[in-house]
C-alpha cells in the first residue's frame, strides 16, 4: 500500500502541474471552450497513467534538470517508456527502497487512510447516484428517452448506459422546448455524463490534492460551456438569441452527476452565446495545431537522455 501511494502522490503532483497550465490556458478567452475541454484529458490522464513517453522537448524533460528524476522502464530506439519522481524520496524502485525507515512507515499509514477516505468518497458517490436515478424512475414520459418531473427544477441528462432527458413541470409548456431538448441531446451524443462520472471518480483518487477539486469545478464548467457551443454551432444567428432567451427562462440548477441546461454560470454563458463566432477552417487548424503542440507539451515524460535513473 505505501509503495502504491508513493507512485500515486508522484502522479498527483505531475496532474496538478498538468492542470495548472490548463488552467492558465484557459484565461485566453479567444480560445473556445470546446477545444479547452479536449485539454482537460491531459490533467485527467496525468492523474491516472504513470507511465509516459520520453519527450526532449516536454515540461517533465526541463523540470528534470532542476526538481525532478525520472525512472526508465523501458529505453527504445524511438521511443522510452518513463515514469516521474517528483518526490525523490527513494533510492532504489520496484520494490521501492526508502532513503530512511521513517519514509517507510510514512508511506505506509498514509497509504492506508488515502485507500479508506477514497473508497468511502467512491462509495457515497455511487449511492447518491442510484438514490437519484432511483428517485426518477417514475417519471413520465413525453416521447421518446424525454421525460417530466416534479422532483427536478432543471432541464437535465440522468444516466450513463441508457441517458434519459428529465425535464421539470414547466418546461412542459415552453415555447423553448424543442432548444432545451437539443442542448440535453447534445450532451448524450458527447458523452458528458460519462465523462463527469470519470471525473468525480478522479478526484475521489486523489482526495488529498486540492487542485483535483479544483479541476473537477472548471472542467465541470467548461463542458456546459462546450456544449453550448456545439449546439450554437448548428443554429442560426436568430436562433442564438432565442436559445438565450431560454437560459434565462430556466432556473439555475445545480447537478452533481446529471449534465443540465442551468448547470453552469448563466451570465458567462449568454455572454458568450451573444458573441459567438462560428470557427474558419483555418482557425481550426491553427487551434488543432496549438493542441497538439500542448498535448506533447505536457503528456511526454522526460526522456532517457535527460537526468534519469534506470530501472
Same mark, same amino acid.
Given at each position: 500500500?505505501?509503495?502504491?501511494? *508513493?507512485?500515486?502522490?508522484?502522479m498527483? $503532483?505531475?496532474? #496538478?502541474l498538468a492542470?495548472l /497550465?490548463v !488552467?492558465?490556458i484557459?484565461?485566453?478567452?479567444r480560445?473556445?471552450?470546446?477545444?479547452?475541454v479536449?485539454l482537460?484529458?491531459?490533467?485527467?490522464l496525468?492523474?491516472?497513467?504513470?507511465?509516459?513517453?520520453?519527450g526532449?522537448?516536454?515540461l517533465?524533460?526541463?523540470?528534470?534538470r532542476f526538481?525532478?528524476?525520472?525512472?526508465?522502464?523501458?529505453?527504445?530506439?524511438l521511443?522510452?517508456?518513463t515514469?516521474?519522481?517528483?518526490v525523490?524520496?527513494?533510492?532504489r524502485y520496484?520494490?521501492?527502497t526508502?532513503?530512511?525507515?521513517l519514509l517507510?512507515d510514512?508511506?505506509? *499509514?498514509?497509504?492506508?487512510?488515502?485507500? $479508506?477516505?477514497? #473508497?468511502?468518497?467512491?462509495l /457515497?458517490? !455511487?449511492i447518491?447516484?442510484?438514490?437519484?436515478?432511483?428517485e426518477?424512475?417514475?417519471?413520465?414520459?413525453l416521447?421518446?428517452?424525454?421525460y417530466?418531473?416534479?422532483k427536478v427544477?432543471?432541464?437535465a441528462?440522468?444516466?450513463?448506459l441508457?441517458?434519459r432527458?428529465i425535464?421539470?413541470?414547466?418546461c412542459?409548456?415552453?415555447?423553448?422546448?424543442d432548444?432545451i431538448?437539443?442542448h440535453?441531446?447534445?450532451?448524450i451524443?458527447?458523452?458528458?455524463?460519462?465523462?463527469?462520472?470519470?471525473?468525480?471518480?478522479t478526484?475521489a483518487?486523489?482526495?488529498?490534492?486540492?487542485?483535483?477539486?479544483?479541476?473537477?469545478?472548471l472542467?465541470?464548467e467548461?463542458?456546459?460551456?462546450?456544449?453550448?457551443?456545439?449546439?450554437?454551432?448548428k443554429?442560426s444567428?436568430?436562433e442564438?438569441?432565442?436559445?438565450a432567451?431560454a437560459?434565462?427562462?430556466?432556473?439555475e440548477?445545480?447537478?452533481v452527476f446529471?449534465?443540465?441546461?442551468?448547470?453552469?454560470?448563466?451570465?458567462?454563458?449568454?455572454?458568450?452565446?451573444?458573441?459567438?463566432r462560428?470557427m474558419t477552417?483555418?482557425?481550426?487548424?491553427?487551434?488543432a495545431?496549438?493542441?497538439a503542440?500542448?498535448?506533447?507539451?505536457?503528456?511526454?515524460?522526460?526522456?532517457?537522455r535527460?537526468i534519469?535513473?534506470?530501472?
Amino acid at each position: 500500500m505505501g509503495d502504491l501511494f *508513493y507512485w500515486l502522490f508522484n502522479m498527483s $503532483i505531475v496532474g #496538478a502541474l498538468a492542470g495548472l /497550465a490548463v !488552467v492558465l490556458i484557459r484565461l485566453i478567452k479567444r480560445i473556445p471552450r470546446r477545444w479547452i475541454v479536449l485539454l482537460w484529458m491531459i490533467p485527467f490522464l496525468r492523474f491516472l497513467i504513470p507511465v509516459g513517453v520520453g519527450g526532449k522537448y516536454s515540461l517533465m524533460s526541463l523540470l528534470s534538470r532542476f526538481a525532478t528524476r525520472t525512472v526508465v522502464i523501458y529505453e527504445g530506439e524511438l521511443s522510452d517508456l518513463t515514469i516521474t519522481n517528483t518526490v525523490q524520496a527513494a533510492d532504489r524502485y520496484f520494490p521501492i527502497t526508502y532513503k530512511v525507515d521513517l519514509l517507510a512507515d510514512v508511506f505506509h *499509514y498514509a497509504g492506508i487512510v488515502w485507500a $479508506i477516505i477514497a #473508497a468511502a468518497l467512491i462509495l /457515497a458517490m !455511487v449511492i447518491l447516484y442510484a438514490a437519484t436515478i432511483s428517485e426518477l424512475r417514475n417519471a413520465e414520459q413525453l416521447r421518446d428517452n424525454i421525460y417530466c418531473s416534479p422532483k427536478v427544477s432543471t432541464p437535465a441528462v440522468y444516466g450513463v448506459l441508457r441517458p434519459r432527458i428529465i425535464l421539470p413541470e414547466s418546461c412542459r409548456e415552453s415555447k423553448d422546448l424543442d432548444l432545451i431538448v437539443l442542448h440535453e441531446r447534445r450532451h448524450i451524443r458527447r458523452l458528458d455524463n460519462l465523462w463527469r462520472v470519470l471525473a468525480f471518480l478522479t478526484a475521489a483518487i486523489h482526495w488529498f490534492n486540492p487542485a483535483s477539486w479544483l479541476f473537477l469545478k472548471l472542467y465541470l464548467e467548461d463542458a456546459e460551456l462546450a456544449c453550448d457551443e456545439s449546439l450554437l454551432s448548428k443554429l442560426s444567428a436568430d436562433e442564438h438569441k432565442r436559445y438565450a432567451h431560454a437560459l434565462l427562462s430556466v432556473r439555475e440548477g445545480k447537478t452533481v452527476f446529471a449534465s443540465g441546461f442551468g448547470g453552469a454560470k448563466v451570465r458567462t454563458r449568454i455572454e458568450r452565446i451573444l458573441s459567438y463566432r462560428k470557427m474558419t477552417a483555418a482557425s481550426v487548424i491553427a487551434f488543432a495545431a496549438l493542441l497538439a503542440a500542448i498535448a506533447y507539451f505536457l503528456l511526454t515524460n522526460a526522456s532517457a537522455r535527460s537526468i534519469v535513473f534506470r530501472f
